[in-house]
């Protein structure tokens, strides 16, 4: 039994004393302790030694109490794990050396044993789970296959990422392939967290907005659906699609737990989307967290207003930003925890 249950009643929908909240990429940079470690290890070192990954995940925990801890990972060990070089170049991001350019490339990448090769994550998971000691739940969480593949055709981040939609247009048999090996191997990996141990998965689509509505159906929400489908009766499923807003009633759809959304839709429409009847998470704009402390817990409590306390996460509509300073933090979390209808 997990002593603070907020998430999870959340996410199932029951009515709670106050909503719960976490913030994407909520071990991060902002953190002095987060640089201490970096400044020793590097990215995948950092992921793939449990007891760095357990301290990074729990960081963000012990000095603000958050309602959720999310592991310390990255959405790019799934390529890694299907053979594709993946680095982390230091002031730059993701970097593949040898992206998937050509049909042929699509044949040479293997659905792999994920027990094996992602092991050092549920290890992770697993000194976690000690360290949180059941006090709050832990999300697990994968890129959406159109994210990943976003990075496996490109080679790195981009305004656009118009190799990776160039590929899609000219190579649909291919990309419709390689999709579904991601999408099978996501699935086999969220399956195995869950049996390591964590209680409620995240799929972030960060690029699911740089597609338009019907290319959004075929190349990203279909495998979405598939992993919701797969995971559903063993674990509740959290859908971040980062620019989708033109997606959310087809998502409301679905057997998702929750819709995570950005702040470039209000609430009063996500919730008319939604046609009110699924929790939603999000949507303060990470900027935001530059405001002043006493504008930004205004802010937040108008915020929840908006959406009700009810169904509902408190989050950032995308993950926090390297700049903000503690305090500015201190204030978003306190007013969620300090919130009265
Ligand atoms: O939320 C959390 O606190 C858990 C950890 C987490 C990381 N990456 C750690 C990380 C999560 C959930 C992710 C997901 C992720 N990774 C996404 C989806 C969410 C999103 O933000 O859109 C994406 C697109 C990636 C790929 C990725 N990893 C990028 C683009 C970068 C570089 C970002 C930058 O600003 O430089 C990373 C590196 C990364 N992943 C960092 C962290 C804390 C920063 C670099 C570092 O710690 O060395």
Redesign the pocket.
Known sequence: MIKNDLFLRALKGENVERPPVWM??????YLPE?MAI?EKYD?FT?CQTPELASEITVQPIRRYRMDAA???????VVPQAMNIEVQ?K?NF??YLPNPVRTPQDVENIIVPDVTQALDYVYNAIKATKELLNDDIPLIG?A?SPW?ILC?CVQGQ?SKNFDKAKAFCFTNPVAAHKLLQKITDTTIAYLKQKVKAGVNAVQV?D?WGGMLSPTDYKEFSWQYINQIIEALKDEIPVIAFG?GCWFALNDMANSNASALGVDWTISPKVARQLTNNKITLQGNFDPSRLLSPPNVIKQMVTQMINEFGKDKYIVNLG??IL?NIPLKNVDAFISAVKEYKE
Request: net charge positive.
């Open positions: 994407m990429r909520q071990a991060g940079r987060f970096k990215f950092r999310i592991l310390f990972s990255d959405i790019l982390m230091p991001g993701p969480f890129g994210t990075y981040g972030f960060s980062k995308h993950g390297p």
